[in-house]
């Protein structure tokens, strides 16, 4: 038996006494639902009447359920890597950080690095050093009294937790294995080499790239995540996606070659509870490799692409932009991705043209991040079109920041999927759309996306992973410093936004017709809530909690033994 018949040979679980949003237009709310066979069976009465004596019951009492989150661009396998390093998020004094790289000293043999997480607090590691009491991080003399038999590593922030720039150390060992003195210089640019009055190298590095280029370009010999290391850190990841009532996810940025390795040795080990759909993150260098590979080697990833209920591999992800030294770095440490978990593309729009006109050709959906581009990405998709009709390819177009009417109006012609992450432009990066001059009506925005038809998904970004953050900006949309709203029009009531973040996602991996409502015959995945964010203000929607996630009607989290029986 294959690890997906296994996960669903499962006996009728009943939930009652409950209220149901189940977003299926024949039966918008219930009070009791019926599951079965890893499916929907039933509502209210009639599920009732299935609870016999095989069938367990359990007595929600009042709480909320709603279909399971559908985070389509998740990131989901970097959460977990970050408990596999020492946590510095407690620490308020350079003496705190040297204790913890003491303590770690006791237990790592000598010469063996010692790699900690960054300086500040998770998950936005905000401030970073300036948490410290002297304001600064260690320096190589400090961090070499505090652990003299190992190499020592204090990693910058990635950039695209927080906000850059940020700021990491080394001590003398690590420093010289990794062969930098005072005439290194980094190839990649928003790199800089603290130096003291002498022009020695102190320690310090500063990393001012949202995704860090410094250990691609300066630090061959620190060590990397391995697969054993990916692996445990996507089990972790899982968990607490589930735990914050995350069922399916959608990789829209893309996976590296090891990352879709990894995912596929947690679905063969039938360990794999999220239902995951990963785009391809391609490693060529140039046209002419990418035509070799999207002829020959990329056909599983073709059209819906291949794999089950639990694991597919669907199209491809082309960046629009980028900094090709970064990019050159990155390729030339694969299979390590950092924290990336994709490869770091440099497409300038000529190739961009070229290659979207090469995937379509050969019946691979695209997925770009647009930001502030999409009026440059649009003739694109529209010239794509004029040769290659894109209707029902299900060519997916992200990270929308500012944004016109009209190159909206295309995407809904063009029958083009759409993402949105508004934590990233909105509250955390929203210092940038401030002072729009449509008072940013036209930034992320939603309710003109939902006019027009287009049916918008939302995902987290892993910025934090936690749904209910990114469902709070969608109805709030506050710059995270000010306070201020960021396109006042453009606010999501809780139906329009859960709908976005539970239901619309499916349509991503062509799974509409089985996945989503929470309807008879549709898959069993939902999410127990100790409020109802359809009664609250937006201003309370950040703090629901999830108290249980079910997967196919199984229980991946909070199996409710203080429930009645």
């Known amino acids: 038996m294959r690890p997906a018949e296994k996960r669903h040979a499962l006996r009728t679980l009943v939930l009652r006494n409950a209220r149901i949003h189940t977003f299926h237009p024949a039966r918008p709310q219930a009070h009791a639902i019926a599951l079965a066979g890893g499916r929907v069976a039933a509502y209210d009465d009639e599920a009732t009447a299935l609870a016999g004596a095989d069938a367990r019951v359990i007595d929600l009492q009042g709480a909320t359920v709603i279909p399971g989150i559908n985070d389509s661009h998740a990131h989901m396998e970097r959460e977990g890597l970050k408990a596999l390093r020492p946590s510095l998020a407690a620490a308020r004094s350079v003496e705190d950080v040297l204790r913890v790289v003491r303590e770690q000293a006791k237990s790592t043999p000598p010469g063996e690095y010692i790699v900690t997480m960054p300086v500040g607090t998770p998950p936005y590691y905000f401030g970073g050093a300036a948490q410290l009491a002297e304001g600064r991080l260690p320096n190589r003399q400090e961090l070499d009294a505090a652990a003299p038999g190992h190499p020592v590593y204090i990693p910058a922030p990635f950039g695209n937790w927080g906000r850059p720039p940020g700021s990491g150390a080394l001590n003398s060992l690590a420093l010289a294995r990794n062969g930098l003195t005072s005439a290194s210089q980094p190839r990649c640019s928003g790199i800089e080499l603290g ?64 990352t879709i390795s990894v995912y596929r040795k947690l679905w063969e080990d039938g360990g794999l509870t999220m239902r995951s759909t990963l785009v391809v993150s391609p490693a060529w260098s140039d046209l002419a490799e990418a035509a070799r590979a999207m002829r020959d080697w990329l056909a599983t990833a073709r059209g819906r692409g291949l794999g089950d209920p639990w694991f597919r591999v669907s199209g491809i992800h082309i960046a629009y932009g980028g900094d090709p030294v970064v990019a050159c770095c990155a390729r030339a440490n694969l299979p390590d991705t950092g924290w990336s978990g994709f490869v770091e593309q440099a497409v300038t729009p000529p190739d961009f043209r070229a290659l979207c006109l090469l995937a379509a050709e050969h019946d691979l959906r695209v997925n770009v991040i647009v930001s502030d581009k999409l009026h440059e990405v649009v003739p694109v998709l529209r010239e794509i079109d004029a040769r290659f009709p894109l209707a029902g390819r299900r060519w997916v177009v992200q990270h929308i920041a500012r944004s016109r009417l009209d190159d909206l109006k295309a995407l809904k012609a063009l029958d083009v999927l759409v993402t949105t992450i508004p934590t990233y432009f909105l509250w955390k990066g929203g210092a940038a759309y401030l002072d729009e001059p449509d008072g940013g009506e036209g930034v992320v925005p939603h309710a003109a996306m939902l006019a027009l038809g287009l049916d918008v998904s939302l995902a987290t970004d892993n910025i934090p992973y936690d749904p209910f953050h990114t469902l709070w900006v969608a109805g709030v949309r506050q710059e995270r410093l000010t306070g201020r709203v960021i396109g006042a029009g453009q606010t999501l009531s809780a139906r329009d936004a859960l709908h976005a973040f539970t239901v619309a996602g499916a349509r991503l991996s062509f799974d509409e017709d089985w996945k989503g409502p929470l309807a008879p015959g549709f898959a069993a995945d939902l999410a127990v809530l100790d409020r109802d964010p359809m009664t609250l203000p937006p201003a309370a929607w950040r703090d629901v909690q999830c108290t249980m996630t079910l997967v196919g009607g199984r229980i991946v989290h909070g199996e409710p033994d203080g429930l009645a029986p």
């Open 195 to 258: 130096r003291d009055a002498s022009g020695d190298l102190d320690g310090r590095i500063v990393e001012r790239n949202a995704r860090p280029a410094v250990e691609f370009d300066l630090l061959p010999d620190v060590p990397r995540f391995g697969f054993a290391d990916r692996l445990k850190g996507l089990r972790i990841s899982q968990q607490l996606y589930h735990a914050k009532g995350t069922t399916s996810i959608y990789e829209g940025h893309g996976c590296a070659p090891e």
